[in-house]
């Protein structure tokens, strides 16, 4: 209605691209697993989420490969990360799609995302980061490629298979801890996204992690 008033001259400042970020984020919290597949479905080839052909992941159903995926992929952006929240939005899909809608119970889903093949998902990343490389130049940072190294350890559930690859710490007692792995990780300091990474399990900290080829081919790059 006033495209001649400046808010600029009024004491508002713009927003920064970390605000930026965080409304985006904020707004894609807010939209259904689909209404997410949607938006980021041109990054991720349709052919690695389409059904097996037999065996695992082959049924069309509210599980399907597809749907797990994205709800998988809506509750890692998710603020409490809950598979509550992810049954109610698939219940919410099943509703307006007029299928059965699916029991209140986690289990299913996690049965369904237990599933998920491992190499599928590292095929998916590589996907994303070699299409990352290709995007041209923003004009910031003078062009330049600049990496971000971090690295940060995580948890996993307390199992012999675990403790035997992952073992905890020698200073807890048995039974008092949980297996433990190092991961570390290449980020693009312009956009955030993760460009390659390593795992290792105790004995290993980030500088022989960031030595090891799974990450030499984002540092051949820097």
């Not at 989420?49 to 994205?70: C, D, H, V």
Request: glycine letters at 6%; a positive charge; charged letters at 25%.
């Amino acid at each position: 209605m006033l495209p001649g008033f400046d808010l600029h001259r009024r004491g508002r400042k713009p927003h920064t691209a970390q605000q930026k970020f965080a409304e985006k984020i904020a707004l894609l919290k807010q939209k259904s697993f689909k209404q997410i597949g949607e938006i980021f479905d041109p990054f991720i080839p349709r052919k690695l989420l389409k059904p097996a052909q037999y065996g695992t992941m082959s049924r069309q159903r509210i599980f399907s490969k597809e749907n797990t995926f994205w709800a998988f992929f809506s509750q890692i952006l998710d603020a409490d990360g809950g598979c509550k929240e992810v049954i109610r939005k698939l219940q919410s899909y099943a509703s307006i799609k007029g299928v059965k809608v699916p029991s209140s119970s986690t289990a299913s889903y996690c049965t369904a995302r237990r599933k998920l093949d491992a190499q599928m998902l590292v095929e998916i990343f590589a996907h994303t980061a070699d299409r990352l490389d290709k995007m041209p130049a923003a004009g910031l940072l003078n062009n330049r490629r600049v990496v971000v190294v971090d690295g940060t350890g995580v948890s996993m559930p307390d199992t012999p298979e675990n403790q035997e690859i992952w073992p905890q710490s020698s200073l807890q007692k048995p039974g008092c801890g949980f297996p433990t792995a190092r991961i570390c990780a290449c980020f693009s300091l312009e956009s955030g996204a993760l460009l390659s990474y390593a795992i290792g399990n105790k004995k290993c900290n980030e500088l022989p992690l960031f030595r090891k080829p799974d990450i030499s081919r984002t540092k051949s790059t820097v």
